[in-house]
């Protein structure tokens, strides 16, 4: 027997009897009342005498299915009201092999005793093919379902026909049946003493049951007849007593059981007999009885003679004081008791409880109910609905599609056990019984609903416990792999319960499907919520995490949308039930949680790079800096990254991650072009004031070199021989090295571009934060791309007047044109230019070179113009000078033209020095001219206008932005000019003083 037949019993426990020791009892109380019947000792049906017709009560006695009824004769029927009333199902076996036995087989069979002649016996052949066979009486088969043996039935009838003789017609109540057996049966009549001793126990139990524990009639304490049977009861524990005639120990218990047995509730004379009637001896034997009915072959089916046997029962109900009421709740108590210790085998023994229990309904209603019987109704409904409903609250574990039709009548059966108890019991629903595996009474709603949700959480943790041993055997590192398969395993179980539960939950239920999706919802949510609760970092196993748990919550809203499509609402309160997993809106988090992880990551590494970058090149090959290329190779694995994770993102969350990395990207170019300005390079102009023709320190100097043959000092720098080295320094290249950083960081900013662009997991956002900036053909670095041009230039511009003004300055500002212009040309600087610009080209990337030179071309052009305008005491020019000065020009502007292949080109250069050239052109002008364009511009910028030459010119200013009609331009054309007419204005003018003599 399995632990699902585990079934406590509702009618009650004496302490000392089992069901053996009932069903022998049952069997005695059956025979003694059916004495007169045929097979039990008289040749014909003899009249029922009783008290009350069916007991007290009874006046529809027999009217219910499982109420007794005259039969059509022993061992004639053929088909069973009861059984058809139930819905049971026949035997149909043949009379042969149920209802027969052999003629003479059994001196002591009940055959005997109704008049068969034991001549006839002995004379009949011995063969089994001879041996004649006839049907099985009522009482043959009561002794066999019974299990009573020979000798016990020996004994019965053996103290019946004593206790009766001369007096056949007294009634069956009003034998004591334990006391008669006591009195005429003899420890000789058993294979031992001690078999006797244990028989005469069992009788005296049965008697204190009935009389002392258990009495219909309550007992005084103080009643001296229950102390002496007690005396007795005590006696017989130790060893048999004499129940001989003259046995003082029987002639006390006899007299003792007699007063107790025929006590009357108001002490008045009566003609009841109480030794069997009380609760719950009576319907312990009355079970004992009922139990008998089940074929001995298979327990799960009644006997075709069930309406016989059950008419018989019905000569009991005096005895044991028992009505249609309560034998209609015993039997359905034996109904379904039979139903569940024989492992639920048999369904129709379920449907037959269930009809038997619309009768009981019918009898709850009686307004004559017996308290006992209502105690006895609240006891059977309880256990019926307890066992009911543990199988109900975890219906995933005891139904499956084999055996949903048991779940099908256990419904009704406890939906009308609870309706029973809600209005026929006084006090069940103010008072109700909660206890471990049951449902509070009080439960307001459809208890279907509680079904549901407990049966399905039941489910789902076991399901869960399963799933968590398997990833356990499997050395799983994470709960990710197991929460996917907990919801595959959640979808499942939905599906199972949609399939196989829901349809028949639906007939008590408006939306059981609903109400299972809801549940399993919340399920899952709960595990789902702990472990995105202690997820420690962002996985690509948690979005697949979100998605699977997203297929299912689709899967559930879609199940509980479709079960309630009938109701007013379409389903709206049930759906509104599910807390939504926000599966979606969860990824978006994480990701943007992860974006502003890698961003600051990304940080980190660039101040390391600030702290450690020193601008020397990686390689020849890879003439660019460390930090960049761990920049940019940190760039591209998070976008990597971020296209690895398994799920397709909006155009809002590219935007986010592009954001950071700008930022990043952004912060970089920044610190790549911190270099200083040009202004830091470009030196300050010196005084204004008129040239010297008259250098005392000169004359010394020309006069030396003439007697001994030197030359002048200044053209010493440019002694170098055929190949002079470049001048270019070392923060010079450093500053190269920038500038190809820079433009190594553009060319992968396409490559990060391009990989963003091209990427098919992008999805369109209905609000794109790139606005216009994500037109076709537009980059996402957009902001970069920019920035670099503008740090670009300012690198290269950097770059270009520290080379000139700095590393060349030797050869331009500080030699070029000192002295005199003939000894001091330009070609010596040119050839250092040459090499310096070969050194740039060789160390800037190919991209950054134009641009680079011509930044060095607009910083040797203004070294240029500083040499012609703001050269310093050691400069003068004379108008003859003009041809040389024009030719250095033309050779400075070739270098541009030729260096590289094609990299500048002559409009370019062109272009870039028209301001030296329309300087070089002032410089051949008549000093005349010079003063003459002179007044008229200075005139027109001060706003002077046409006066006097005696009206004071103004000092123009010093702008810096040279330019052949600039005032302060032209006056420095005239303050470096060497002759008497220059120095005459200069003087009569501005009063500029004449320069003290210097190199």
């Not at 020849?620 to 694995?637: G, I, N, R």
Request: glycine share 6%.
């Amino acid at each position: 027997m399995g632990t699902e037949s585990v079934l406590s019993s509702p009618l009650g426990e004496i302490n000392g009897l089992d069901r053996d020791d009932f069903r022998v009892a049952a069997y005695e109380v059956f025979f003694t009342a059916c004495r007169s019947s045929p097979g039990f000792g008289g040749k014909n049906a003899l009249t029922y005498y009783s008290s009350s017709d069916g007991g007290r009560g009874d006046e529809h006695a027999g009217s219910s299915p499982g109420s007794p009824s005259k039969p059509p004769g022993v061992g004639m029927a053929v088909t069973s009201r009861v059984k058809k009333a139930l819905g049971l199902k026949m035997l149909k076996r043949s009379p042969s092999s149920r209802r027969s036995s052999s003629c003479g087989s059994n001196p002591m069979s009940p055959s005997w005793a109704a008049g068969s002649s034991p001549k006839m016996s002995s004379t009949l052949p011995s063969s089994p093919v001879a041996r004649l066979r006839r049907p099985m009486t009522s009482a043959e088969i009561m002794r066999q379902q019974m299990r009573v043996t020979e000798p016990s039935d020996n004994r019965l009838r053996k103290t019946l026909m004593r206790t009766l003789v001369g007096q056949m017609g007294r009634r069956a109540e009003t034998i004591i049946l334990p006391l008669e057996l006591l009195r005429h049966l003899k420890p000789s009549e058993f294979n031992d003493a001690h078999e006797y001793h244990q028989w005469q126990k069992r009788q005296l139990q049965i008697l204190e049951a009935g009389l002392l524990l258990h009495p219909s009639i309550p007992l005084e304490k103080s009643d001296p007849s229950a102390a002496k049977f007690r005396d007795i009861i005590h006696a017989c524990e130790a060893k048999a007593i004499d129940t001989g005639k003259n046995s003082e120990a029987m002639r006390i218990l006899c007299n003792s059981v007699v007063s107790l047995a025929w006590r009357s509730p108001d002490g008045s004379t009566t003609d009841v007999c109480h030794w069997a009637d009380g609760y719950p001896l009576n319907v312990q034997i009355y079970r004992a009885l009922l139990s008998s009915v089940f074929d001995l072959k298979d327990e799960t089916m009644v006997l075709d003679e069930v309406d016989e046997l059950l008419e018989l029962m019905k000569k009991t109900w005096s005895t044991l004081g028992i009505n249609r009421s309560v034998h209609n709740l015993c039997f359905t108590w034996v109904l379904f008791e039979q139903y569940v210790v024989t492992g639920m085998a048999e369904p129709d023994l379920l449907g037959a409880s269930l009809a038997m229990l619309t009768e009981v309904a019918i009898d709850a209603k009686r307004t004559d109910r017996d308290p006992v019987y209502v105690q006895m109704l609240a006891s059977v409904l309880k256990a019926i609905k307890k066992w009911s409903e543990m199988r109900l609250l975890d219906y995933h574990v005891c139904f499956d599609r084999e055996n949903i039709g048991v779940m099908e009548s256990i419904l009704p059966l406890v939906f009308s056990a609870t309706k029973i108890l809600e209005e026929d019991v006084p006090c069940y629903v103010s008072v109700p019984q909660e206890k471990e595996g049951e449902v509070a009474d009080e439960f307001t709603g459809n208890r279907v609903d509680s079904y549901i949700r407990s049966s399905l959480k039941s489910a789902f943790a076991k399901m869960f416990v399963t799933v968590k041993e398997n990833e356990r055997n499997q050395e799983a590192k994470d709960h990710g792999g197991m929460l996917i398969k907990l919801a595959c395993e959640t979808e499942e179980l939905a599906r199972k319960e949609k399939d196989i539960f829901s349809d028949v939950l639906k007939k008590w239920h408006p939306i059981a499907a609903g109400v299972a999706a809801v549940t399993l919802h919340a399920c899952y949510g709960t595990f789902l919520k702990q472990y995105l609760t202690g997820a420690s970092s962002f996985k690509n196993e948690t979005v697949l995490v979100l998605q699977r748990a997203g297929k299912l919550e689709k899967a559930l809203v879609q199940m509980a949308v479709e079960d309630s499509v009938e109701c007013e609402d379409g389903g709206k309160a049930i759906v509104r039930e599910m807390v939504p997993y926000e599966g979606d809106a969860i990824i978006v988090k994480l990701l943007k949680q992860w974006i502003q992880d890698r961003i600051k990551t990304g940080k980190e590494h660039l101040q390391r790079a600030k702290e450690t970058e020193t601008w020397n090149p990686m390689s020849k090959t890879e003439p660019y800096a460390h930090s960049v290329e761990d920049l940019v190779s940190f760039a591209k694995e998070v976008v990597d990254n971020f296209f690895q994770i398994p799920v397709n993102v909006s155009q809002n969350l590219v935007c986010d991650l592009v954001e950071g990395l700008e930022h990043l990207f952004r912060d970089y170019i920044t610190f790549a072009a911190s270099c200083g300005s040009k202004q830091s390079y470009i030196p300050s102009l010196p005084p204004l004031t008129r040239c010297n023709l008259d250098s005392k320190f000169r004359k010394i100097w020309k006069r030396a070199a003439c007697g001994v043959g030197f030359e002048d000092p200044n053209n010493s720098l440019f002694i170098e021989g055929h190949n002079p080295r470049p001048s270019t320094s070392r923060g010079t290249q450093r500053l190269y090295i920038r500038l190809n950083t820079l433009h190594y960081l553009l060319t992968q900013l396409q490559s990060l571009d391009k990989t963003l662009c091209i990427s098919p997991k992008i999805t369109p956002s209905p609000n794109n934060r790139f606005g216009n900036r994500r037109q076709p053909g537009s980059s996402y670095f957009e902001h970069n791309r920019a920035a670099i041009q503008v740090a670009s230039q300012h690198v290269s511009e950097v770059a270009a007047y520290r080379l000139i003004f700095l590393d060349s300055n030797a050869f331009f500002y500080r030699c070029l044109y000192v002295g005199d212009v003939t000894n001091a040309r330009i070609k010596p600087a040119l050839r250092i230019l040459k090499q310096n610009l070969t050194l740039l080209c060789a160390i800037v990337t190919d991209r950054a070179q134009a641009p680079a030179l011509k930044e060095v071309m607009k910083a040797s052009f203004e070294v240029y113009l500083m040499v012609l305008l703001a050269g310093g005491s050691a400069r003068n020019f004379l108008r003859s000078d003009h041809p040389m000065i024009e030719e250095d020009l033309n050779s400075l502007k070739r270098v541009f033209c030729t260096c590289g292949e094609g990299l500048i080109d002559e409009e370019m250069v062109e272009k870039e020095s028209q301001t030296v050239g329309g300087v070089v052109a002032l410089m051949g002008k008549s000093t005349e001219q010079l003063v003459e364009d002179f007044s008229t511009v200075a005139r027109e910028a001060s706003g002077i206008g046409l006066v006097s030459d005696r009206q004071k010119l103004p000092m123009p200013p010093t702008t810096g932005r040279w330019n052949k009609s600039d005032p302060n331009t032209i006056l420095r054309v005239l303050c470096y000019r060497n002759d008497p007419a220059a120095n005459h204005f200069l003087k009569r003018t501005f009063q500029l003083a004449k320069r003290r003599g210097s190199i």
